[in-house]
C-alpha cells in the first residue's frame, strides 16, 4: 500500500536522517557512527556543508564569549 510519499532511494532517506540530526545538534561523532563512516571528517565533508544553522550557532557562541550577545537569525 502507498503512503502518498513521493518515491526515494534509501540513499535519499539515510541523507536526509543525518541532515535532520545535525540541524537538531546531534553530536558529529553520533553520526558518523550510526552511517557508518570510517571517519567523522567523511560525515562533515559530506553533509556539514548544507547545514547553515551550525554556522549561526558558532557565531551566536562567539559573540558571548566576546560579551557581545545578540540576536542572529
Do not use: C
Not at 561523532?29 to 550510526?34: A, L
Amino acid at each position: 500500500m502507498r503512503a502518498g510519499l513521493p518515491l526515494m532511494r534509501s540513499h535519499d532517506l539515510r541523507h536526509t536522517a543525518a541532515t535532520l540530526w545535525f540541524r537538531s545538534g546531534v553530536n558529529p561523532k553520533v553520526v558518523q557512527e550510526t552511517l557508518g563512516h570510517s571517519r567523522v571528517a567523511i560525515t562533515l565533508d559530506t553533509y556539514s556543508h548544507m547545514i547553515p544553522v551550525l554556522q549561526v550557532e558558532m557565531a551566536r557562541v562567539m559573540d558571548v564569549l566576546f560579551g557581545q550577545p545578540k540576536q542572529i537569525g
